[in-house]
């Protein structure tokens, strides 16, 4: 699976939209982009996914460059309870049906009163 | 029901013990999946599961011995640990065979080995 590389952390002010980047320049064509999040003390949580097209769903929006290098996870308004360690994961879809997630060191969201 | 529940929460033990970590599941899931989480640092794989079969062993330690009873339930069983072997230990589960499919993750037993 391929690599992916996120700033250390990050600030947002709540109510405003936060942007987390995540850069994954030797993606392959059928890897997917996966986002999870996790609360501290608690297991993470899957947000979003997406191959080629931009994808939004009820926690956030996810953006693809159209050369597939990189994405960018939007929480449109941040509130505290976003605070949270973020992944991004790109991974191709296991032949043997099952799932081999490797974690990088994710992004460190801040929301700010 | 999308909800994976791990017993106990918090779990100290000494390095003479054994003890067992329990991880269930009842979203009909066939993938089940153990990692290890060191503080600050992003969880890593250990076990996976495919309809209850051992299917990916990440050149875990003997003294972690997981074990699949039903396709509902994940256990890890744990003997002669050592104080390094304290972390979070996460259980998740997902369909088997969906390309697409996510791992829903329990919310951890957070273990102390003295």
């Known amino acids: 699976d391929a690599k992916t590389t996120q700033p250390p952390s990050m600030d947002c002010a709540e109510g405003r939209a936060a942007n987390l980047p995540c850069n994954h320049s030797?993606?392959?064509?059928?890897?997917?982009v996966y986002w999870y999040r996790q609360i501290h003390s608690q297991g993470p949580q899957y947000i979003i996914h997406?191959?080629?097209n931009n994808e939004t769903n009820e926690m956030a929006s996810l953006i693809i460059t159209e050369d597939r290098k990189s994405s960018t996870l939007i929480l449109p308004h941040a509130t505290l309870r976003d605070t949270a360690v973020y992944y991004c994961?790109?991974?191709?879809?296991?032949?043997?049906?099952?799932?081999?997630?490797?974690f990088g060191t994710g992004t460190k969201l801040q929301v700010i009163p | 029901d999308t909800e994976v529940t791990q017993t106990p929460k918090h779990l100290v033990m000494g390095m003479t013990n054994k003890k067992s970590l329990k991880c269930e599941q009842h979203?009909?899931?066939?993938?089940m999946y153990w990692y290890k989480q060191k503080a600050k640092k992003p969880p890593e794989l250990m076990f996976v599961?495919?309809?209850?079969?051992?299917?990916i062993n990440e050149s875990v330690p003997s003294r972690f011995s997981p074990e699949c009873p039903n396709s509902s339930l994940l256990n890890l069983h744990l003997h002669a640990l050592q104080p390094e072997d304290s972390a979070l230990y996460l259980c998740?589960?997902?369909?088997?065979?969906?390309?697409?499919?996510?791992?829903?993750f329990g919310p951890g037993t957070r273990l102390l080995v003295l």
């Open positions: 994961i790109v991974r191709f879809p296991h032949s043997g049906g099952y799932q081999k997630v490797t």
């Open positions: 599961y495919s309809y209850e079969k051992l299917s």
């Open positions: 997406g191959l080629k």
């Open positions: 998740a589960s997902s369909q088997v065979g969906q390309t697409q499919e996510t791992q829903y």
């Open positions: 030797t993606i392959s064509g059928n890897e997917y």
């Open positions: 979203m009909g899931h066939r993938a």
